[in-house]
C-alpha cells in the first residue's frame, strides 16, 4: 500500500525558513516522480514543485520559484520541501504526492494527507 | 503558463442524475508525439487530499467506479457523472500537467438536489 506520511509543518514568522518532509513507502521510490502541491485555506489546489524519478529534473511554480527548493533522498526514501523567505500568501495545507511514472510530466496518482503551514507574526 | 477554467463553478443534481462538468485550457494539452492529453481529474471530500479520478483525459483510474468518464481533446474536456451518488459529493479539479508551471482549475462543487 502506497503511504506518503508529510512531517515539518507549523507556525513560522515572515521572513522564516521550514523544510517539510514526506516519508515515502509502498513502493519503490525511484521509480516515480514526486511532488508538491498546496492548498491555502478554503481555496483550490496549487502545483508547487516536481522532482522526477532520478532526482535529475526539477520543476517550480511561479510563486515559489527562487524560494523553495524540492530535493529526496533515496536511501531513505523521503521527499524534502525548503522553503525559505516564507511570506503570509504561503500559509496552506502541502500536499506531498506520487506521479504515475518516473517522469515529471506524469499525473498525480497518490497524494499524502497533508501538513499544515502558517506563516504568521 | 497555461490557465484552466471550469464550469460552473457549483451544481446541485439529484440522486442518480447525471452531473457534468468542463474545463477548458487555454493551450492545447495534447502531446503530439504519443497523441496523448495531459489532462487529470480529481476529487476532493472536505477534509481529506484530492483522489485521482481520471487521467489522460479519458482513462479511468484503477478502483474508480464507472459512473466517472471524461472526454475530450486539446483544450476541451468535460468529466461525467452518469448518474450521482451521495458520496460523490464534492469538490472536482482538472489538471494539466502538460506545461510547467502545472496548474490546476478552481474547482467545481458538486451537491445533491
Known amino acids: 500500500e502506497v503511504q506518503l506520511v508529510e512531517s515539518g509543518g507549523g507556525l513560522i514568522q515572515p521572513g522564516g525558513s521550514l523544510r517539510l518532509s514526506c516519508a515515502a513507502s509502498g513502493f519503490t521510490f525511484s521509480s516515480f516522480a514526486m511532488s508538491w502541491v498546496r492548498q491555502a485555506p478554503g481555496k483550490g489546489l496549487e502545483w508547487v514543485s516536481v522532482?522526477?524519478?532520478?532526482?535529475?529534473?526539477?520543476y517550480y511554480g511561479v510563486s515559489v520559484k527562487g524560494r523553495f527548493t524540492i530535493s529526496r533522498d533515496t536511501s531513505n526514501n523521503t521527499l524534502y520541501l525548503q522553503m525559505n523567505s516564507l511570506r503570509a500568501d504561503d500559509t496552506a495545507v502541502y500536499y506531498c504526492?506520487?506521479?504515475?511514472?518516473?517522469?515529471?510530466?506524469?499525473?498525480?496518482?497518490?497524494w499524502g494527507q497533508g501538513t499544515l503551514v502558517t506563516v504568521s507574526s | 503558463d497555461i490557465v484552466m477554467t471550469q464550469s460552473p463553478d457549483s451544481l446541485a443534481v439529484s440522486l442518480g442524475e447525471r452531473a457534468t462538468i468542463n474545463c477548458k485550457s487555454s493551450?492545447?494539452?495534447?502531446?503530439?508525439?504519443?497523441?496523448?492529453?495531459?489532462l487529470a481529474w480529481y476529487q476532493q471530500k472536505p477534509g481529506q487530499p484530492p483522489k485521482l479520478l481520471i487521467y489522460w483525459a479519458s482513462t479511468r483510474e484503477s478502483g474508480v467506479p464507472d459512473r466517472f468518464s471524461g472526454s475530450g481533446s486539446g483544450t476541451d474536456f468535460s468529466l461525467t457523472i452518469s448518474s450521482l451518488q451521495a458520496e460523490d459529493v464534492a469538490v472536482y479539479y482538472c489538471h494539466q500537467h502538460y506545461s510547467i508551471p502545472f496548474t490546476f482549475g478552481p474547482g467545481t462543487k458538486v451537491d445533491i438536489k
Open positions: 493551450q492545447s494539452v495534447l502531446y503530439s508525439s504519443n497523441n496523448k492529453n495531459y
Open positions: 522532482i522526477s524519478g532520478s532526482g535529475g529534473e526539477t
Open positions: 504526492a506520487r506521479g504515475r511514472s518516473a517522469s515529471s510530466y506524469a499525473a498525480i496518482e497518490y
